[in-house]
C-alpha cells in the first residue's frame, strides 16, 4: 500500500513539475514573441527602461557589477550622495539571487540584462502560480491541465510585471506568493510549515517591501481559508481546519493559528540578517507620513466601479484606479462561481466577502494605507497589485478546477460578458476618457505607426472584443459537451488561443509604454563615452565630481535624473537617487544652493562652483554645447558628448580651522547661507556673495528679469546666481538671456541657477505654461554675484592649513595633523551618519560636531593628531547572529513537526 501511495505521490510530482515548467516556458515564448514584435533587447535595440529603470535601475545594477567583482562596497561607499551606507539599498534593490547575473553581462548591456531578468522572473511566477493550482486543486486530464496553465500564464501576464519591469525588485514578492500560500495551506492541514518558512524568509530577505506584503497578505489568506473550510460542503477540505490528531472545534484552529504566528516569526528571524540593519538605517527617514494616523481616513481613493471599467488588456494602474486585469476568461470564471458554482451560500458569501476585501485593498484609505505600508505613495500606484491579481485567479481557478460546472448552462458566460460590456458602456457615459484609456489609445496609435484613431471609442471596443469572443467559444464548448471529444478539443484549443493572443496584447500595448525606444544602443554608446571621459582625467587622490548637464538615456531633457551615475562609474560626487537617502546631507545641499526634492534626490543642473569648492569637487562634467564655463579650466571632453573642466577653487576635503563646536545658519538664502559658512571655517567675514539689482518685466504669461551689472563687473572673475521660488504650482519654462535653459516650477527643476553674461548682459526669463490670469502669483527672486577672487584667496589660506596626511576611502579616514594649535578644529567634507566611530589619538570621540548639520567637525588638540574614522553598518554583526538563531528556530520546529507526526502515525 506504500509503495502504491509513493508511486502516486511521484507521479504527480512530475505532473506537477511538467506542468510548472511548460507555463514557464509557454510565458517566456510569449514575452520574446512580445519582444520581436516591439524590437525588445535583446531581439531589438528598445528596451523596458521607464521611468526608474532610465534613472535608478541600470546605474544600480552597474554599481552592483562592481560590488561583485570586489570594485565597490555595499556597506558605505562616498559615490552615493556625499558619502553613504549603501545597505539598504543593496536590501532594497539587489538583494534577490537573480541580481547575481549581473556579473556576466557588461556595463554596456545592463539594458538587455534588466530585459532578461524580467522573463525570468514573470516565467517563474508563472511556474509558481502553476504549482499552486495544481496543489490546490489536483487537476486531472488534458482539460484541466491545459486550465491550469491558462491561469498561470493569466497570473504572469498581467499588467502588474510589464508595468514593473523597470522595479524588477518587486516582481520577487509576486512569484514568491503563490509558494507562500501553498506554504499556509499546508499549516492548516497540519503538514510541515518548512515551506512556508523559508518562502516568507526569501520573500523579506529578497526585498523587505514587498516581503512584508506577503506576510500581511499570507495572514489574510489564512483567515480566508480556515473560515472558508468551516463552511465547505467538502468534507475533506473541511477536516483539514483541524490540524491531523488534534480534537476538532477551536482547540485546533487555535494550534493552526500559533503555527502560523511560530512560522512567521520564524521566517522573520531568518532574514533578520538583511532587515534589522535595513529597517534600523530606514527609520531615520522622515519624509512622508509613517504613523497609524493613517489609517483614520476611512474615505475612498476614486471609484470601485472603475475596478471593472479598467479591466481590460493594456491598461495601467493609476492613483483611484487599479489595473488587475487577467483576461477575460479570469473574469468570466470569477462571476461563473456564484451564478453556476456548486458551491453551498456560506462558502459563495465567504467567496464573496473575500473578493470584496481584494477590492477594498485598492479602494479604501486605510487597506490602501496598509499595503503601502504606512507610507505616502506617489509613483507606481498599487505596488501589490500581484496580490489581488492572484486573488482573481485563484477564485476563477476554484470553478474552473474545482468540479463546479455542474449547474453551468450554456447562456451564463455570454451572460457575464454582457453584464461587463453593459457596465463599461455605462461608465464611457458617465466619463467617455479616463487617463488608463487615453494612455491606452496613444499607445495603440504609436503601434499602428501614427495611424489617427478615436481616442474614446477605442478604448471601450477594446474592453468589448474580447470577453465576447470568449463567452461564445465557452457557450459553443457547454453546448458540444456531448459531442465527440475531437470536436470539444478543437473548442477548447481555440479558446487556449484566443486567451493566449489577449494576454499577449496586452502585454504589446505595455511593453511599447513601458519602453525607451533605441534605449540598449543609447545606453551603450553613453556608458563607453562616459567612461572613456572619466579614464581621460585619473585622479587617484580623493576628490569628488559634480555632473550638472546630462546626455543620454536619464529621463527627457531637461528634467534629467541621472544622479546614480556617481555610484554606476565609481567616481565621487554629491548626488544619488535611491529610496534610501541620506536626508541631513540633501537638506544641507538644499540649503547652500543645491535644490533637495523629497529628501530623497539633490538636483544639480546648475554648477554651484563656492558649494562645490567647499565639498572639495575637483572637477566638473558639462554638456558638450554648455558655454557658461566661467571659472572652469577645461581638461578634456568626447566630442558631441561632455566636457570635463578641473575646478581651481577646490578646498581640501579635510583642513584645520579656528573654532569649535557645531555650527549652522539660519539663513534661507543659498548665497547668504554659504557666506555664513565660509565665514565660519574662514575666520573672516566672507562676502562671496553680493547682490544686484534687476528689473522685473511682466508680459501676460511671462516674467522677465533683466539683471542690472555694475559698470566694473568682471565677467572672468564673478559668476552670477538666480533663486526663484513662486506661490504657485502652475509649470513653467526658464529662458536664459533667450534660450530655453529648462523647466521651472516641476520635479527635479533648479531652483538656484548660473546665469551666463552674454555681450554685457543677463537676464532670465520665467513663461508659464499654464493658466496663471486668475491668480496672484508672487516670484521671490534672488540675483547675486559670486567673487572669484575672494573663494581662490579662501581655497588658497585653507590649503595652507591642509593636513599632514591622509587616506580617505570607503567607510574609512585616517587623517594625521601636525601642530595644531589650542581651539582649533578639523573640517571635513565627509557627512555623518549613524555607523561613523571617530577616534582622536585613539580616544573615542562620543559625539562629534556638525557644520551646517552635516558635515563632520573634530576638536583637535594642541600638537600633533590622528583622526580615525571607520564605518560599520549599523546592527549587521547582530543580525547575522538572530539569522543564525533563526537557523535554529527552524530545526527545532522541524524536529517538533517530525516528533507529532512520528507519534501520530503509532496512534493509527
Given at each position: 500500500?506504500?509503495?502504491?501511495?509513493?508511486?502516486?505521490?511521484?507521479?504527480?510530482?512530475?505532473?506537477?513539475?511538467?506542468?510548472?515548467?511548460?507555463?514557464?516556458?509557454?510565458?517566456?515564448?510569449?514575452?520574446?514573441?512580445?519582444?520581436?514584435?516591439?524590437?525588445?533587447?535583446?531581439?531589438?535595440?528598445?528596451?523596458?527602461?521607464?521611468?526608474?529603470?532610465?534613472?535608478?535601475?541600470?546605474?544600480?545594477?552597474?554599481?552592483?557589477?562592481?560590488?561583485?567583482?570586489?570594485?565597490?562596497?555595499?556597506?558605505?561607499?562616498?559615490?552615493?550622495?556625499?558619502?553613504?551606507?549603501?545597505?539598504?539599498?543593496?536590501?532594497?534593490?539587489?538583494?534577490?539571487?537573480?541580481?547575481?547575473?549581473?556579473?556576466?553581462?557588461?556595463?554596456?548591456?545592463?539594458?538587455?540584462?534588466?530585459?532578461?531578468?524580467?522573463?525570468?522572473?514573470?516565467?517563474?511566477?508563472?511556474?509558481?502560480?502553476?504549482?499552486?493550482?495544481?496543489?490546490?486543486?489536483?487537476?486531472?486530464?488534458?482539460?484541466?491541465?491545459?486550465?491550469?496553465?491558462?491561469?498561470?500564464?493569466?497570473?504572469?501576464?498581467?499588467?502588474?510585471?510589464?508595468?514593473?519591469?523597470?522595479?524588477?525588485?518587486?516582481?520577487?514578492?509576486?512569484?514568491?506568493?503563490?509558494?507562500?500560500?501553498?506554504?499556509?495551506?499546508?499549516?492548516?492541514?497540519?503538514?510541515?510549515?518548512?515551506?512556508?518558512?523559508?518562502?516568507?524568509?526569501?520573500?523579506?530577505?529578497?526585498?523587505?517591501?514587498?516581503?512584508?506584503?506577503?506576510?500581511?497578505?499570507?495572514?489574510?489568506?489564512?483567515?480566508?481559508?480556515?473560515?472558508?473550510?468551516?463552511?465547505?460542503?467538502?468534507?475533506?477540505?473541511?477536516?483539514?481546519?483541524?490540524?491531523?490528531?488534534?480534537?476538532?472545534?477551536?482547540?485546533?484552529?487555535?494550534?493552526?493559528?500559533?503555527?502560523?504566528?511560530?512560522?512567521?516569526?520564524?521566517?522573520?528571524?531568518?532574514?533578520?540578517?538583511?532587515?534589522?540593519?535595513?529597517?534600523?538605517?530606514?527609520?531615520?527617514?522622515?519624509?512622508?507620513?509613517?504613523?497609524?494616523?493613517?489609517?483614520?481616513?476611512?474615505?475612498?481613493?476614486?471609484?470601485?466601479?472603475?475596478?471593472?471599467?479598467?479591466?481590460?488588456?493594456?491598461?495601467?494602474?493609476?492613483?483611484?484606479?487599479?489595473?488587475?486585469?487577467?483576461?477575460?476568461?479570469?473574469?468570466?470564471?470569477?462571476?461563473?462561481?456564484?451564478?453556476?458554482?456548486?458551491?453551498?451560500?456560506?462558502?459563495?458569501?465567504?467567496?464573496?466577502?473575500?473578493?470584496?476585501?481584494?477590492?477594498?485593498?485598492?479602494?479604501?484609505?486605510?487597506?490602501?494605507?496598509?499595503?503601502?505600508?504606512?507610507?505616502?505613495?506617489?509613483?507606481?500606484?498599487?505596488?501589490?497589485?500581484?496580490?489581488?491579481?492572484?486573488?482573481?485567479?485563484?477564485?476563477?481557478?476554484?470553478?474552473?478546477?474545482?468540479?463546479?460546472?455542474?449547474?453551468?448552462?450554456?447562456?451564463?458566460?455570454?451572460?457575464?460578458?454582457?453584464?461587463?460590456?453593459?457596465?463599461?458602456?455605462?461608465?464611457?457615459?458617465?466619463?467617455?476618457?479616463?487617463?488608463?484609456?487615453?494612455?491606452?489609445?496613444?499607445?495603440?496609435?504609436?503601434?499602428?505607426?501614427?495611424?489617427?484613431?478615436?481616442?474614446?471609442?477605442?478604448?471601450?471596443?477594446?474592453?468589448?472584443?474580447?470577453?465576447?469572443?470568449?463567452?461564445?467559444?465557452?457557450?459553443?464548448?457547454?453546448?458540444?459537451?456531448?459531442?465527440?471529444?475531437?470536436?470539444?478539443?478543437?473548442?477548447?484549443?481555440?479558446?487556449?488561443?484566443?486567451?493566449?493572443?489577449?494576454?499577449?496584447?496586452?502585454?504589446?500595448?505595455?511593453?511599447?509604454?513601458?519602453?525607451?525606444?533605441?534605449?540598449?544602443?543609447?545606453?551603450?554608446?553613453?556608458?563607453?563615452?562616459?567612461?572613456?571621459?572619466?579614464?581621460?582625467?585619473?585622479?587617484?587622490s580623493f576628490v569628488r565630481r559634480v555632473q550638472?548637464?546630462?546626455?543620454?538615456?536619464?529621463?527627457?531633457?531637461?528634467?534629467?535624473?541621472?544622479?546614480?551615475?556617481?555610484?554606476?562609474?565609481?567616481?565621487?560626487?554629491?548626488?544619488?537617487?535611491?529610496?534610501?537617502?541620506?536626508?541631513?546631507?540633501?537638506?544641507?545641499?538644499?540649503?547652500?544652493?543645491?535644490?533637495?526634492?523629497?529628501?530623497?534626490?539633490?538636483?544639480?543642473?546648475?554648477?554651484?562652483?563656492?558649494?562645490?569648492?567647499?565639498?572639495?569637487?575637483?572637477?566638473?562634467?558639462?554638456?558638450?554645447?554648455?558655454?557658461?564655463?566661467?571659472?572652469?579650466?577645461?581638461?578634456?571632453?568626447?566630442?558631441?558628448?561632455?566636457?570635463?573642466?578641473?575646478?581651481?577653487?577646490?578646498?581640501?576635503?579635510?583642513?584645520?580651522?579656528?573654532?569649535?563646536?557645531?555650527?549652522?545658519?539660519?539663513?534661507?538664502?543659498?548665497?547668504?547661507?554659504?557666506?555664513?559658512?565660509?565665514?565660519?571655517?574662514?575666520?573672516?567675514?566672507?562676502?562671496?556673495?553680493?547682490?544686484?539689482?534687476?528689473?522685473?518685466?511682466?508680459?501676460?504669461?511671462?516674467?522677465?528679469?533683466?539683471?542690472?551689472?555694475?559698470?566694473?563687473?568682471?565677467?572672468?572673475?564673478?559668476?552670477?546666481?538666480?533663486?526663484?521660488?513662486?506661490n504657485t504650482d502652475k509649470p513653467a519654462i526658464?529662458?536664459?538671456?533667450?534660450?530655453?535653459?529648462?523647466?521651472?516650477?516641476?520635479?527635479?527643476?533648479?531652483?538656484?541657477?548660473?546665469?551666463?553674461?552674454?555681450?554685457?548682459?543677463?537676464?532670465?526669463?520665467?513663461?508659464?505654461?499654464?493658466?496663471?490670469?486668475?491668480?496672484?502669483?508672487?516670484?521671490?527672486?534672488?540675483?547675486?554675484?559670486?567673487?572669484?577672487?575672494k573663494l581662490d584667496k579662501i581655497a588658497k589660506?585653507?590649503?595652507?592649513?591642509?593636513?599632514?596626511?591622509?587616506?580617505?576611502?570607503?567607510?574609512?579616514?585616517?587623517?594625521?595633523?601636525?601642530?595644531?594649535?589650542?581651539?582649533?578644529?578639523?573640517?571635513?567634507?565627509?557627512?555623518?551618519?549613524?555607523?561613523?566611530?571617530?577616534?582622536?589619538?585613539?580616544?573615542?570621540?562620543?559625539?562629534?560636531?556638525?557644520?551646517?548639520?552635516?558635515?563632520?567637525?573634530?576638536?583637535?588638540?594642541?600638537?600633533?593628531?590622528?583622526?580615525?574614522?571607520?564605518?560599520?553598518?549599523?546592527?549587521?554583526?547582530?543580525?547575522?547572529?538572530?539569522?543564525?538563531?533563526?537557523?535554529?528556530?527552524?530545526?527545532?520546529?522541524?524536529?517538533?513537526?517530525?516528533?507529532?507526526?512520528?507519534?501520530?502515525?503509532?496512534?493509527?
Amino acid at each position: 500500500m506504500t509503495k502504491i501511495r509513493l508511486k502516486a505521490q511521484y507521479r504527480d510530482s512530475l505532473i506537477c513539475l511538467g506542468i510548472s515548467l511548460m507555463t514557464a516556458l509557454l510565458t517566456a515564448a510569449v514575452i520574446f514573441a512580445v519582444f520581436a514584435i516591439t524590437g525588445m533587447a535583446p531581439l531589438g535595440s528598445s528596451v523596458l527602461l521607464y521611468r526608474d529603470g532610465q534613472n535608478q535601475m541600470a546605474d544600480l545594477f552597474c554599481w552592483y557589477k562592481d560590488v561583485l567583482e570586489g570594485k565597490a562596497s555595499i556597506d558605505f561607499s562616498f559615490a552615493k550622495s556625499l558619502g553613504g551606507s549603501n545597505f539598504a539599498v543593496f536590501a532594497y534593490y539587489m538583494a534577490s539571487p537573480f541580481s547575481l547575473l549581473v556579473v556576466f553581462f557588461d556595463k554596456k548591456d545592463v539594458a538587455t540584462f534588466l530585459d532578461i531578468l524580467f522573463v525570468i522572473k514573470t516565467s517563474l511566477a508563472a511556474a509558481t502560480a502553476a504549482y499552486y493550482l495544481i496543489r490546490k486543486f489536483k487537476p486531472a486530464g488534458l482539460l484541466y491541465y491545459g486550465m491550469t496553465v491558462v491561469l498561470g500564464l493569466s497570473y504572469a501576464l498581467s499588467p502588474f510585471f510589464i508595468c514593473q519591469s523597470s522595479n524588477t525588485m518587486w516582481l520577487d514578492g509576486a512569484y514568491l506568493l503563490p509558494l507562500i500560500l501553498a506554504g499556509v495551506e499546508k499549516v492548516i492541514e497540519g503538514k510541515r510549515s518548512t515551506q512556508l518558512i523559508i518562502c516568507l524568509a526569501m520573500s523579506l530577505a529578497f526585498n523587505w517591501y514587498t516581503g512584508i506584503i506577503n506576510v500581511m497578505f499570507s495572514g489574510i489568506w489564512f483567515v480566508f481559508e480556515i473560515v472558508r473550510r468551516m463552511v465547505t460542503d467538502d468534507e475533506a477540505d473541511r477536516k483539514t481546519v483541524v490540524t491531523k490528531g488534534v480534537p476538532s472545534g477551536i482547540k485546533g484552529i487555535l494550534i493552526a493559528f500559533v503555527r502560523f504566528v511560530l512560522s512567521a516569526l520564524c521566517s522573520a528571524v531568518l532574514a533578520a540578517a538583511v532587515l534589522l540593519p535595513t529597517l534600523y538605517m530606514l527609520s531615520e527617514r522622515t519624509y512622508g507620513r509613517s504613523d497609524l494616523s493613517m489609517l483614520k481616513d476611512v474615505g475612498f481613493i476614486g471609484n470601485v466601479v472603475d475596478i471593472v471599467s479598467n479591466y481590460s488588456f493594456g491598461l495601467i494602474s493609476i492613483k483611484g484606479t487599479a489595473s488587475v486585469f487577467a483576461g477575460s476568461f479570469v473574469f468570466i470564471g470569477i462571476v461563473l462561481l456564484f451564478i453556476a458554482g456548486m458551491k453551498n451560500l456560506k462558502e459563495k458569501i465567504v467567496y464573496g466577502v473575500f473578493l470584496l476585501f481584494t477590492v477594498m485593498i485598492f479602494y479604501w484609505k486605510p487597506l490602501v494605507s496598509l499595503f503601502s505600508l504606512l507610507r505616502e505613495v506617489e509613483s507606481f500606484w498599487y505596488r501589490y497589485a500581484y496580490v489581488g491579481i492572484f486573488a482573481l485567479v485563484f477564485i476563477a481557478a476554484s470553478f474552473y478546477l474545482d468540479g463546479e460546472s455542474g449547474k453551468l448552462k450554456p447562456w451564463m458566460p455570454a451572460a457575464c460578458a454582457a453584464g461587463y460590456i453593459v457596465i463599461n458602456v455605462i461608465m464611457f457615459f458617465v466619463s467617455p476618457t479616463t487617463v488608463p484609456s487615453l494612455l491606452f489609445a496613444s499607445t495603440v496609435e504609436d503601434l499602428a505607426g501614427g495611424s489617427r484613431i478615436d481616442y474614446e471609442k477605442a478604448p471601450l471596443i477594446a474592453k468589448m472584443i474580447f470577453p465576447a469572443i470568449v463567452s461564445v467559444i465557452l457557450y459553443l464548448c457547454i453546448f458540444s459537451r456531448k459531442e465527440k471529444n475531437w470536436f470539444r478539443n478543437i473548442l477548447a484549443g481555440l479558446l487556449g488561443v484566443i486567451i493566449l493572443v489577449e494576454l499577449s496584447l496586452g502585454q504589446v500595448v505595455l511593453a511599447r509604454k513601458c519602453s525607451e525606444t533605441n534605449g540598449s544602443s543609447d545606453l551603450t554608446s553613453y556608458i563607453r563615452y562616459e567612461k572613456a571621459l572619466l579614464d581621460a582625467v585619473p585622479d587617484n587622490s580623493f576628490v569628488r565630481r559634480v555632473q550638472t548637464t546630462y546626455h543620454g538615456y536619464h529621463s527627457e531633457a531637461p528634467l534629467y535624473a541621472s544622479y546614480n551615475e556617481p555610484m554606476a562609474f565609481g567616481f565621487n560626487s554629491l548626488t544619488s537617487f535611491v529610496s534610501d537617502p541620506e536626508q541631513d546631507t540633501i537638506k544641507f545641499l538644499d540649503r547652500a544652493g543645491y535644490t533637495g526634492y523629497k529628501d530623497t534626490i539633490t538636483v544639480t543642473t546648475s554648477e554651484n562652483i563656492a558649494l562645490d569648492s567647499l565639498l572639495g569637487v575637483k572637477y566638473v562634467l558639462l554638456s558638450a554645447d554648455d558655454q557658461d564655463t566661467a571659472g572652469l579650466d577645461f581638461v578634456a571632453g568626447v566630442e558631441n558628448f561632455k566636457n570635463i573642466f578641473t575646478n581651481p577653487y577646490v578646498l581640501p576635503v579635510a583642513f584645520r580651522y579656528k573654532g569649535t563646536g557645531s555650527y549652522d545658519s539660519d539663513k534661507t538664502n543659498a548665497a547668504l547661507y554659504l557666506n555664513d559658512i565660509y565665514t565660519r571655517l574662514s575666520g573672516k567675514e566672507a562676502e562671496l556673495y553680493s547682490p544686484l539689482e534687476y528689473e522685473e518685466v511682466v508680459e501676460d504669461q511671462t516674467f522677465t528679469y533683466n539683471i542690472a551689472l555694475p559698470e566694473d563687473f568682471d565677467a572672468k572673475n564673478n559668476v552670477i546666481y538666480a533663486s526663484f521660488d513662486t506661490n504657485t504650482d502652475k509649470p513653467a519654462i526658464m529662458y536664459i538671456n533667450g534660450n530655453r535653459y529648462e523647466d521651472f516650477n516641476r520635479f527635479l527643476s533648479q531652483k538656484q541657477v548660473r546665469v551666463a553674461v552674454v555681450d554685457g548682459k543677463a537676464a532670465v526669463s520665467i513663461e508659464f505654461t499654464k493658466d496663471i490670469s486668475n491668480e496672484d502669483v508672487n516670484i521671490n527672486v534672488e540675483i547675486c554675484s559670486l567673487d572669484l577672487t575672494k573663494l581662490d584667496k579662501i581655497a588658497k589660506n585653507a590649503r595652507l592649513n591642509s593636513v599632514s596626511r591622509q587616506v580617505i576611502e570607503d567607510g574609512y579616514a585616517r587623517i594625521e595633523v601636525n601642530n595644531a594649535k589650542e581651539g582649533e578644529s578639523l573640517f571635513t567634507s565627509i557627512p555623518y551618519e549613524r555607523g561613523w566611530t571617530v577616534t582622536l589619538n585613539g580616544a573615542p570621540i562620543d559625539k562629534v560636531d556638525l557644520i551646517g548639520g552635516c558635515l563632520m567637525s573634530i576638536p583637535l588638540e594642541e600638537g600633533a593628531n590622528v583622526i580615525e574614522m571607520d564605518f560599520e553598518v549599523p546592527y549587521k554583526q547582530e543580525g547575522l547572529y538572530i539569522s543564525i538563531g533563526g537557523v535554529v528556530f527552524l530545526m527545532a520546529i522541524m524536529i517538533a513537526e517530525e516528533l507529532l507526526t512520528t507519534r501520530k502515525r503509532k496512534g493509527e
